[in-house]
């Protein structure tokens, strides 16, 4: 794996993790909140497991099905999808 690609990855599960983080403390405080379809699309840029941390480190978001199931199953695919070619010898 490239350098680049590892430190994209480093970048978006951080920022994936510091977003609900700071969508908790909005929460707490009933302020604007972080919507769901940009905490997704960090998901999908291969930030997945960095929320799935996030959301159980800070409990947050964890009472949504789609989160709670949804999220370790997109961290799975994307783990799988970043090392299925390094084991197939690519």
Same mark, same amino acid.
């Given at each position: ?28 405080? +009933?302020?604007? #909140?972080?919507?769901? @379809? ?6 999908? %840029?291969?930030?997945?497991?960095? *929320?799935? $941390?996030?959301? +159980?480190?800070? #409990?947050?978001?964890? @009472? ?6 949804? %999220?370790?199953?997109?961290?799975? *695919?994307? $783990? ?11």
């Amino acid at each position: 794996m490239n350098y680049i690609l590892a430190y994209y990855l480093v970048f978006i599960n951080l920022v994936g993790f510091f977003t609900m983080k700071a969508d908790k403390n909005r929460a707490k405080k +009933n302020q604007y #909140r972080i919507s769901e @379809k940009r905490l997704w699309s960090i998901a999908f %840029l291969f930030g997945a497991i960095g *929320l799935t $941390v996030g959301m +159980n480190a800070f #409990r947050h978001k964890t @009472k949504h099905t789609s989160f709670k199931v949804g %999220l370790p199953l997109l961290s799975f *695919l994307e $783990v799988g999808i970043i090392v299925y070619p390094t084991l197939n010898g690519q």
